[in-house]
């Protein structure tokens, strides 16, 4: 099986691609440290001339609060998983993966609904529609939170490393409020 994972900087995305290898041979695509050039915010991709059995997408954008932010997380979220999705197509690939987000599942009245939550929704809306349209295999997995011992997803996940921080110095962890059961 050969692999296309889409996301070369991405904790995990080069992840998936570890696992990925003991299957057959990966290449990564991305802006930066990538074998393949891929940018999602173009929407027009590089060409691509190798030939994979399945393409996976584990790059997003988390977005903010500004305009540009809002329209760069669309951009990038939902209008590249369009771009990745040609990608595979063009590639041949049989199967397409959308490492997306519990957070795609958020609604505007949840505390942490934003941007990101929306266009995550997005992205798992396009996918499925030109993915159904072309025939070819889809497959959404809505990742929740990611704690990795680099430390790289610190940023993203406060809550999770506080708690991870905490049990690590033997301290209590006590959790307050029923604000948002259904996160995880």
């Given at each position: ?148 011992d680099g430390e790289q997803c610190r940023l993203h996940q406060p809550l999770l490393y506080a708690i991870a921080d905490k049990a690590q110095a ?15």
């Amino acid at each position: 099986m050969k692999s296309l994972v889409i996301g070369s900087t991405s904790v995990i995305g080069k992840a998936v691609a570890q696992a990925l290898s003991r299957y057959g041979q990966v290449k990564m695509a991305g802006r930066r440290e990538a074998d393949i050039g891929f940018d999602l915010s173009n929407p027009v991709p590089d060409a691509c001339d190798e030939r994979f059995d399945i393409v996976v997408l584990a790059a997003a954008d988390f977005g903010g609060r500004q305009p540009d932010d809002l329209i760069r997380a669309e951009r990038v979220n939902s209008v590249g998983t369009l771009a990745a999705c040609r990608l595979a197509e063009h590639c041949g690939a049989r199967h397409f993966i959308l490492l997306s987000s519990r957070s795609a599942c958020d609604r505007p009245t949840d505390p942490y609904f934003g941007i990101y939550s929306l266009s995550k929704r997005h992205a798992e809306e396009v996918a499925s529609l030109y993915c159904q349209e072309r025939g070819m295999a889809l497959s959404i997995l809505r990742i929740s939170q990611v704690y990795d011992d680099g430390e790289q997803c610190r940023l993203h996940q406060p809550l999770l490393y506080a708690i991870a921080d905490k049990a690590q110095a033997g301290q209590t962890v006590e959790l307050y409020g029923s604000n948002d059961p259904r996160r995880n």
